[in-house]
Each structure stands twice: as structure tokens, then as C-alpha cells.
T-cell receptor, first 115, second 111 residues
Framework: EADIYQTPRYLVIGTGKKITLECSQT?????MYWYQQDPGMELHLIHY???????EKGDLSSESTVSRIRTEHFPLTLESARPSHTSQYLC??????????????FGQGTRLTVV | SQQGEEDPQALSIQEGENATMNCSYK?????LQWYRQNSGRGLVHLIL?????REKHSGRLRVTLDTSKKSSSLLITASRAADTASYFC???????????FGAGTRLAVHP
């Protein structure tokens, strides 16, 4: 069982609201990732971090922002939600030491609906 | 896709048959990984193959890697209805900090 948790699992929110999706892991992994995935489609990397105080944008442009103040916590924030942000958001973490990366562990995802 | 091509996009077989999925990637790698995703859920890691390995087995799974062609294949033998899921390959790029996934293969195994 992977020790990575996402909350909430489901969120329905009105346009213009600010939201934060939580992601925490207890495995001490240095690398963490956020992906956006529409049903039945591929995963798009939107943010990643390779350690505390490091955050990078992924390959898919996103209006969201992330922070990595603690190793175990990697929250994603949308300042003003729009219907186009409706999607599933998946958080993952992995260990990468000495230039060698292990497998990634995923949370159960947050399904966001903006109305 | 961001990382390369996976084929087929969808595969439909009968229980007991073998399923083969292929993945190509674009950058140099230190390993390649395969994941499974049941509908609407998070991904689960299946198997990791290092760049200096050519073949790896885990239960009914067999993975091959050809770094000269930048391609990998996943074979599931004696498939079961419970194998119905989407399967993704993934590699690291961007200084080995970005984990990038292929478009995935949707496998349906019919009883």
C-alpha cells in the first residue's frame, strides 16, 4: 500500500473560487509530481519538484501553482477556478538518489469539477 | 504524446490469450517503467527495467527493452478479465527529474 495521500477525492466548486489540492507522502521521497488527466486520456505533467524549495513547470501549461516547503507535502493551488480546469489531478512521488530513479507511487487522485 | 508513442491505443482479447503492448520514447533513459491504471483510479507500478537490461520478468509480465530503437514492450501472458485496465510506460527526462508517460494502451479482456 502506497503511503501517499490526496485530499479531497472529489471537489465541486464554483467558478472564480480559490482551491488547494493536498498531497502528502510519508516515504521520504525527494521527488514529487502533479499530473492532469481527463477520463481515458494520457497523463500530462503539470508540475514537479526534486526537493524542498524546488518547483518546476511540467510539459503542459497550467494556471496552477505549487509549493514544496516540506519534503512530505506538495500542495497545488488554483487562484481562480474555471470550468476548463475540470479534470482529474494525480499526485505521485519517487526516490531519486545518485542520479538513479525508483518507481513512482501515486495517490488516488482528486476529481475536480468547476461549475 | 509528451514522451513518445504507444501502440496499440486499444486492445481487445479473450481470456487466456496473450496481450502485447509497445512503447517508444524520445530521450536517453536510465530506466523505463510500466504502470497500470484501473478506471478512474491512481496508477500502480508494475515493473521497472534498467537501461542495461534487455528483458525482465515478473509473474505473468514480461518486459523487453531495446535502447538502440528506443522502444519497449510489455507482454501479459494468459490474460484474465481482471487484467482489464489502461497500461502506461514512463521514463525520466529533464535531467532525470521529470517522469513522463506515454499515451497508454487500453486493454479489455473478455471472459
Amino acid at each position: 500500500e502506497a503511503d501517499i495521500y490526496q485530499t479531497p477525492r472529489y471537489l465541486v466548486i464554483g467558478t472564480g473560487k480559490k482551491i488547494t489540492l493536498e498531497c502528502s507522502q510519508t516515504m521520504g521521497h525527494d521527488k514529487m509530481y502533479w499530473y492532469q488527466q481527463d477520463p481515458g486520456m494520457e497523463l500530462h505533467l503539470i508540475h514537479y519538484s526534486y526537493g524542498v524549495n524546488s518547483t518546476e513547470k511540467g510539459d503542459l501549461s497550467s494556471e496552477s501553482t505549487v509549493s514544496r516547503i516540506r519534503t512530505e507535502h506538495f500542495p497545488l493551488t488554483l487562484e481562480s477556478a474555471r470550468p476548463s480546469h475540470t479534470s482529474q489531478y494525480l499526485c505521485a512521488s519517487s526516490l531519486g538518489t545518485g542520479g538513479y530513479n525508483t518507481e513512482a507511487f501515486f495517490g488516488q487522485g482528486t476529481r475536480l469539477t468547476v461549475v | 504524446s509528451q514522451q513518445g508513442e504507444e501502440d496499440p491505443q486499444a486492445l481487445s482479447i479473450q481470456e487466456g490469450e496473450n496481450a502485447t503492448m509497445n512503447c517508444s520514447y524520445k530521450t536517453s533513459i536510465n530506466n523505463l517503467q510500466w504502470y497500470r491504471q484501473n478506471s478512474g483510479r491512481g496508477l500502480v507500478h508494475l515493473i521497472l527495467i534498467r537501461s542495461n537490461e534487455r528483458e525482465k520478468h515478473s509473474g505473468r509480465l514480461r518486459v523487453t527493452l531495446d535502447t538502440s530503437k528506443k522502444s519497449s514492450s510489455l507482454l501479459i501472458t494468459a490474460s484474465r478479465a481482471a487484467d482489464t485496465a489502461s497500461y502506461f510506460c514512463a521514463t525520466f527526462s529533464g535531467g532525470y527529474n521529470k517522469l513522463i508517460f506515454g499515451a497508454g494502451t487500453r486493454l479489455a479482456v473478455h471472459p
